[in-house]
């Protein structure tokens, strides 16, 4: 009897592991339990500062023309441009898609530059949902921990760590270095 029960329980176990969600991990980078891309480059020697100050307000106005014209902070002197940042990304072949928009912060100092990506919102465009942003870590969480709230999450979050990625490498071949 014990033995038909240790089958029962071990064949039944088997089935449980194959009915989970893919909830393979994304590499969304998280810093104190947000989102948030970032990166840091030393200057190259004979690198000015002023012109990859400039060449980094040019990037952002033309990476970002839907989000605003002009960035929210520009301080030449103090090497800050502060602004913000908007992907549509597109989840389903019924036209489903996502906004996210994200706060930008690049500063230029004299002996290094960086670009941070945080403050992610998402804002679902399909019928049926509400169309208002909203903070998406809590999504992030449900997602990781094999609770997606949609079908749409996978895309949603790969889309979102290909879009950062490839910003991030458009900022770098926008600065130059």
């Not at 990859?52 to 990476?63: E, T």
């Not at 989000?67 to 902070?73: C, F, L, V």
């Not at 921990?145 to 895309?155: I, N, V």
Request: glycine content about 6%.
């Amino acid at each position: 009897m014990l033995k038909k029960l240790l089958l029962i329980f071990f064949t039944l176990g088997s089935f449980a592991c194959c009915a989970q969600n893919n909830t393979s991990l994304i590499p969304i980078p998280m810093k104190n339990g947000i989102i948030c891309y970032e990166k840091t480059y030393t200057l190259q020697e004979g690198s000015n500062k002023e012109e990859l100050f400039n060449n980094a307000l040019k990037w952002l106005k033309k990476s970002f023309p839907e989000s605003t014209a002009e960035p929210e902070t520009s301080d030449q002197k103090a090497g800050k441009i502060d602004g913000t940042g908007i992907y549509k990304i597109i989840t389903s072949n019924s036209g489903n898609y996502y906004w996210i928009k994200f706060s930008l912060a690049i500063a230029v100092s004299d002996s290094s530059y960086s670009l941070k990506a945080y403050n992610f919102y998402e804002k679902p465009v399909e019928s049926g949902i509400s169309n208002e942003y909203s903070k998406i870590e809590y999504r992030w969480w449900d997602y990781r921990q094999g609770k997606p709230w949609s079908a749409e999450d996978q895309k949603l979050f790969t889309g979102l760590h290909t879009d950062l990625t490839g910003m991030i490498a458009s900022f770098e071949k926008a600065m130059g270095q």
